[in-house]
């Protein structure tokens, strides 16, 4: 794998959740989002493919929200959860658990709340999975604006 693109990504990834984090901060405190006050974020490499590496090197970025040694569940391993599942079929995933069901492997959790946006795959854990998947949602579009950036500065210099 080309590791400068990866390490542009890497910080687009990173300015995505940095921009997203007052959502995400007004998300976590909100009960009506999700009763853990914890939030965890996973972005996928969009140009690793299950095909051609594992799970764990596709993982271009994560990030703790709120105090993990006050964790009442892994919000980490739900993260990730979600992120294999869709990183593996390019689906949501909502829309393997409720539509697709024939795409769920054994050992795959059967929990939701990820996004697959032009082939971004982020996923959240900490609220409730509708809100869960509206937030990876926006992170991804701010992954591929964040991109989009440093193509278009890249391009100007």
């Known amino acids: 794998m080309n590791t400068l693109p990866q390490t542009r990504h890497r910080e687009a990834a ?3 959740v940095q921009l997203a984090m007052p959502m995400l901060e007004a998300a976590r405190a909100d009960r009506r989002v999700g009763e853990s006050g914890f939030l965890h974020v996973v972005i996928m ?3 690793a493919r299950p095909a051609d590496g594992d ?3 596709a993982i271009l970025y994560e990030k703790s929200i709120g105090d993990t040694s006050k964790w009442d569940a892994d919000y980490g391993a739900y993260a990730r959860a979600k992120a294999r599942l869709s990183w593996r079929t390019g689906r949501p995933s909502h829309e393997v658990l409720a539509l697709q ?7 795959d959790v059967l929990v939701w709340g990820s996004a697959v946006v032009d082939g971004v795959v982020v996923a959240v854990s900490g609220a409730n999975p509708w809100f869960d998947e509206a937030l990876s949602g926006a992170i991804a579009h701010l992954f591929k ?3 989009h950036a440093q193509v278009d500065a890249q391009a100007s210099a």
């Open 14 to 16: 990173e300015q995505a």
């Open 45 to 47: 490499d969009p140009q």
């Open 55 to 57: 799970f764990e090197s």
């Open 101 to 107: 069901p024939h795409l769920v492997a054994q050992g």
């Open 145 to 147: 604006a964040c991109v």
